[in-house]
């Protein structure tokens, strides 16, 4: 793993700058569902004891010009035989992302990147299906993967690695520091919003007509603990999750994007699913 951060310097994330933003649209994939049979654990304040929670798992496919993106990667195909029962989490997963694809006339190989908001299983859990694809990833969640002080319970189980990390060499990896201008053409913003996990990211993605959104990550998890700034009892860091929320409030106030909390039913109904799309 010293071997994998050794290399990380040299594979800092640099996009030639395009002259002119190509079209971009987004669409909305089903990456699986989940029932919390204890919604406390979504609040390291106290709150909501003896009540339940259901909520999605979302993926979004971006088309950058002639760059397909995905954002996040959804469960592992293993919740494909669930719902699966682990501690208070009930978990299924209906449709693969790769199936779904072949309703976009796609296949795996045409996938460019895979961007992960963090590395968590509900997250990654298909990340190796797309064999051309560079994995965007910050450096900071990268790091804190390799490191068992800081490592979550609930990262990846080494699947990350076998594609895309594995034997001691970045494979297709572009790793970015923060908040950065994907394309330099201002259409895909990635903003660092540490807190979750040490390198959790969000994503701002403009689209001409239907105008800026923020693709939130787990920042929040639905939308009641976004109101009332509630950080889950497992994630790394109560101030920067407070911070980072506050942070992506100031984006969006500035931009007046429309905010996507990836986990929260409302948020996704709004938006086109595949075969439609935004643009
Ligand atoms: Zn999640």
Redesign the pocket.
């Known amino acids: 793993m010293k071997r994998i951060l050794s290399t990380l310097a040299a594979a800092t994330f640099s996009f030639a700058a395009h002259a002119a933003p190509p079209d971009v649209k987004m669409t909305r994939l089903d990456c699986g569902h989940m029932t919390l049979q204890d919604k406390a654990v979504m609040s390291d304040a106290g709150l909501y004891k003896g009540e339940s929670l259901d909520?999605v798992?979302s993926c979004y496919l971006i088309k950058h010009g002639d760059d397909w993106l995905l954002w996040d990667a959804g469960l592992p195909k293993k919740y494909l035989a669930g719902p699966i029962v682990e501690g208070t989490f009930r978990t299924g997963l209906d449709r693969t992302i790769v199936d779904q694809l072949k309703v976009l006339g796609l296949r795996p190989e045409d996938i460019t990147y895979v961007a992960i908001?963090?590395a968590?299983f509900?997250?990654a859990g298909q990340v190796n299906d797309f064999p051309n694809a560079t994995l965007i990833i910050q450096r900071a969640e990268l790091e804190a993967m390799a490191d068992t002080a800081k490592a979550s319970q609930?990262y990846i189980d080494g699947a990350l690695f076998s594609t895309h990390v594995a034997g001691g060499s970045l494979k297709r990896v572009k790793v970015v520091d923060g908040d950065v201008d994907l394309f330099g053409d201002g259409t895909l913003k990635t903003i660092w919003t540490p807190g979750?996990t040490p390198g959790s990211m969000a994503l701002l993605v403009d689209l001409k007509h239907a105008g800026p959104y923020v693709l939130s990550?787990?920042q929040w998890?639905f939308s009641e603990n976004h109101a009332r700034r509630q950080v889950p009892t497992w994630n790394y860091d109560h101030a920067g999750t407070i911070a980072s929320g506050k942070k992506l409030d100031d984006v969006i106030a500035k931009t007046r994007a429309t905010l996507v909390i990836?986990?929260e039913p409302a948020d996704n109904r709004r938006l086109p699913a595949a075969p439609r799309f935004l643009d």
């Open positions: 909520i798992m908001s963090h968590h509900d997250h609930h979750h990550g787990d998890h990836e986990h």
